[in-house]
Nanobody, 120 residues
């Protein structure tokens, strides 16, 4: 079992910044990547950013490139999503996801979600 605990959400004004945190605990052996997704009101859940567990390779959705940064702190076993220049369209519930291989097949683990509200 992989446990994910999110924090750092809140309400901000357009142009402001927030940093989301995802604390990873439990059996993280064979975790392949940790990612952030978001789901806006009445919208499907969409991919935001991903970082590989080994190698720290990062990937971003086009909608957040240049504004968001995903990173990992090994000492704290925490993945962050630094969100700068926030826009109202970024308003969503943000979810942390870990992908772990179990008996050769990938399995997803999810955090509880963190609300981010950006007002204009």
């Amino acid at each position: 079992q992989v446990h994910l605990v999110e924090s750092g959400g809140g309400s901000v004004q357009a142009g402001d910044s927030l940093r989301l945190s995802c604390a990873v605990s439990g059996d993280a052996f064979n975790v392949q990547a940790v990612a952030w997704f978001r789901q806006g009101p009445g919208k499907e859940r969409e991919y935001v950013a991903r970082i590989t567990w080994i190698g720290f390779n990062t990937y971003y959705a086009n909608s957040v490139k240049g504004r968001f940064t995903i990173s990992r702190d090994n000492a704290k076993n925490t993945v962050y999503l630094q969100m700068n220049s926030l826009k109202p369209k970024d308003t969503a519930v943000y979810y942390c996801e870990a992908v772990r291989r179990e008996w050769g097949t990938p399995k997803d683990y999810w955090g509880q979600g963190a609300q981010v509200t950006v007002s204009s």
